[in-house]
């Protein structure tokens, strides 16, 4: 029996990353990549152009600190930088922001029925409605679709460049805020109002019209759009509206989020620049109204609240003045000494402080908590003045009983009289400060809308889409190379224990002499050879590597037990009838007579090309159907010729396990110089364990990234099990624009 040689259980592999690989694959999918990359690049430049603008204005506003009416706030240290944030907040508060939306008509919303997909393009680039009957060609192609593409578009309700119409006062209940109201043209007077497929009614430009029982009324005042082209119309509530400017509107106070340097910077986005500049004009003007409206609300209640207590100051006053007249008529006349002055005047410059912060200390108690630090300051002061007055108080408490009560009195006549003209000042300046008041707000820089949108930028839109078409096409290169686990170098045959006898490129020239056969009865596809490369081009790569083939061949069946060879391979699609026809060729070419079998009784083809037919073939042959000599035909290279496999039989196995193909094989031997037989695929049928045990010589075939190494490693095994052994490989296919990358190279040497 002979020795086969053994398959390595587990054939080493090589994981190292090879980047002549990568670059091949680069290669081999570079209009892939193209494609891929184009792709995008297409779609960044249709969606930046698509895309809805959005534009951005901004505006500037200071918080300054002089407008407060309070002096004494003033001192108290730095609460100007919690008034800036409080400010900032106040900005994007509702009660701003709803008074903006009751100055403007931002909660009325008249949008356009757009075109699917480039309805905005065609509106914003002043398109204009196209009419198929001024162009035929449309017309004509139009007609030819199996459907009404302009209903599937609605083309007629939508609405096209420089077409709008002017809405200028809609109003609805509660129950239709928020809800879209269709109104469709009639004429450009009159037009139809829809809820949904509702008629509503019918209203006339220029006129109120009221629907619904008066829950809906509309003015419209222009309208510049062809009949039943379609608007929607919808009355926001003053909560969405609201919710929808402030989504919109970005306060950014300069100088973080102490914010303080008192400068705010206002940010409104949206699609219209108008609306945009109104809309942030109002937002300042608003909000320097009410700073200014807050302050004058501030001043007018300390002024009452100084004129609430004027009156009862005056009685302090006027009971004290005669208190000390009264104790003077009693007692005759008592002077004070230096230092009963003295003490005095300290007193009353107390109690004046004193009076001063009772007076703040209800203001602020207005304004903060009792743990604001402000508050707390304010309080510390006054714990300090108190004290002090007790020791003062102590002092007159040591002197004699008349020089107390003078002191007492002459205390309290000078302390009203300082309080009570304190608050008579106070008052008038407060007067005085109420009719000039102007806030602590200033409108630095008005509402401004940049020429440009800020959204899309198309430019870089184009860049990141082409770079990202770029990638996912590498990618896409990459993972396919990773994915193909098709044989590539000679050393993975080698390592599955098979020597590379010759290595096959790819012939340009091969593919002029195929085409593409569909069997509909049988249900396949195959590639049909029509003429062999050998004769129609003699210096094609290809050619070459079979001469090479052919030499290697000479040698290798010096020891084989006859001049028969079996050309097999573990799939289809491989080359095996190409490789066997021009390699018979070659040979036939080097004065052997050679004789080529079709063994594939099933889908063999090798009869195409010569030319010839399948019928009285080896089928027939094998079933004593013709003669030998009857089977055998000739082609037009000299000392080649063919049998080829006849009318399909229906069990192609069991007749070449007859003892008559083994003795027809060894009858033709003994004729030719050279036998070479193609077989069916060893992995889908097991003819070809059959042949190989006849012939002298096995080679497989396999395909450069088709053929993968699993697969020769189980034809390798299904042959060694029916006890054929396999010579050698031939790796047929090679790219030649990859070839180098793969450590091929091809050389081609002709006279010119």
């Keep these: 029996m002979t020795q086969m040689p053994s398959l390595p259980s587990t054939p080493p592999r090589n994981n190292d990353i090879d980047l002549r690989r990568f670059f091949g694959n680069f290669l081999q999918y570079k ?7 184009l792709v995008f690049t297409a779609w960044g430049w249709g969606y930046g152009q698509l895309s809805i603008p959005i534009y951005q204005g901004d505006a500037l506003v200071q918080i300054e600190r002089r407008g407060t009416v309070n002096p004494l706030a003033d001192a108290m240290g730095s609460e100007g930088d919690d008034n800036a944030m409080a400010e900032v907040r106040i900005l994007s508060s509702r009660m701003v922001l709803g008074q903006v939306v009751d100055q403007t008509d931002i909660d009325t919303l008249v949008q356009p029925r757009r075109l699917p997909l480039i309805g905005e393009y065609v509106q914003r680039n002043g398109i204009e409605r196209p009419n198929p009957e001024e162009h035929p060609v449309i017309g004509w192609l139009l007609s030819r679709l199996p459907f009404d593409l302009l209903a599937y578009m609605s083309f007629d309700e939508a609405v096209w460049g420089h077409e709008w119409i002017q809405v200028t006062e809609l109003d609805t209940d509660d129950r239709y805020r928020n809800t879209p109201i269709t109104l469709r043209v009639a004429s450009p007077l009159q037009y139809r109002l829809y809820l949904g497929e509702e008629l509503l009614g019918e209203g006339m430009v220029g006129r109120l019209e009221a629907f619904m029982d ?27 509206a609201i919710g929808s400017l402030r989504s919109r509107l970005e306060v950014i106070p300069d100088g ?57 100051m005056r009685e302090t006053l006027t009971g004290a003045e005669n208190r000390l007249n009264e104790y003077r008529v009693q007692a005759g006349s008592v002077d004070l000494s230096s230092e009963s002055s003295s003490l005095v005047s300290r007193l009353i410059e107390l109690e004046e402080r004193l009076n001063e912060l009772e007076v703040s200390q209800e203001e ?15 309080m510390r002061q006054r714990t300090r003045l108190l004290e002090e007055r007790e020791r003062l108080n102590a002092r007159i408490d040591e002197m004699p009983g008349s020089q107390q009560e003078i002191i007492r009195l002459t205390r309290d006549v000078e302390v ?43 430019k870089l839109m184009l860049l990141l889409y082409s770079f990202l078409g770029v990638l996912l096409g590498v990618a896409f290169a990459v993972v396919r190379g990773l994915m193909s686990r098709g044989i590539e170098t000679s050393q993975q045959l080698e390592e599955a224990g098979l020597p590379v006898y010759a290595t096959i490129p790819q012939s340009d020239s ?32 290809a050619v070459e590597a079979l001469r090479s083939l052919r030499t290697s061949l000479h040698f290798a069946m010096v020891e084989a037990k006859s001049n028969s060879i079996m050309i097999t391979g573990p799939t289809m699609e491989l080359g095996k009838s190409f490789t066997t026809i021009n390699l018979a060729a070659t040979c036939a070419q080097g004065s052997q007579r050679v004789l080529v079998i079709d063994a594939d009784m099933r889908k063999g083809h090798i009869h195409d090309a010569f030319k010839g037919s399948p019928e009285l073939g080896l089928s027939e042959l094998l079933s004593g159907q013709v003669e030998c000599q009857d089977a055998v035909r000739h082609t037009h290279i000299e000392g080649l010729e063919y049998i080829s496999r006849g009318k399909v ?11 008559r193909f083994s003795s027809l094989i060894d009858e033709l031997s003994a004729k030719y110089d050279l036998v070479i037989i193609d077989t069916p695929p060893i992995l889908a049928v097991t003819d070809a364990t059959i042949v190989g045990k006849v012939v002298g010589t096995s080679l497989m075939i396999t395909r450069f990234q088709v053929t993968t190494q699993k697969e020769v ?33 091809y050389y081609s040497y002709s006279y010119r």
């Design 214 to 240: 008066g829950a809906l009324s509309v003015r419209v005042g222009e309208i510049r759009a062809p009949a039943r082209s379609e608007f929607a119309l919808t009355k926001l509530s003053r909560t969405a």
């Design 510 to 541: 091969q593919q002029k002499l195929v085409r593409r056969i569909h069997n509909r009865r049988r249900k396949y596809k195959k590639n049909v050879i029509y003429g062999t490369l050998a004769t129609a081009n003699p210096t094609d790569g």
């Design 713 to 745: 490693e189980a034809a390798l095994r299904k042959l060694e099990t029916a006890g054929v052994r396999v010579r050698g490989a031939i790796l047929n296919g090679i790219e030649r624009r990859l070839a180098k990358q793969y450590g091929y190279q």
């Design 256 to 312: 973080g989020r102490s914010g303080s340097t008192g400068i705010i910077t206002l940010l409104l986005r949206g699609e219209d620049r108008a609306e945009i500049d109104s809309s942030l004009n109002a937002i300042t003007r608003t909000f320097l109204m009410q700073n200014v409206e807050r302050q004058s609300e501030e001043a007018d209640k300390r002024l009452r609240f100084l004129e609430e207590q004027a009156p009862s």
């Design 31 to 37: 209009w892939w990549i193209l494609a891929i990359t």
């Design 649 to 659: 039989p229906p069990n192609p196995s069991e007749l070449l396990m007859q003892k």
């Design 416 to 458: 009203a009289q300082s309080i009570y003209v304190s608050m008579l000042n106070r008052a008038q300046e407060l007067q005085v400060s109420r009719a000039g008041i102007v806030g602590n707000i200033r409108i630095i820089d008005n509402a401004h809308v940049g020429g440009g949108p800020i959204f899309p930028n198309r």
């Design 364 to 378: 602020m108690s207005m304004r903060y908590t009792r743990h604001h630090p402000a508050y707390q300051s304010l």
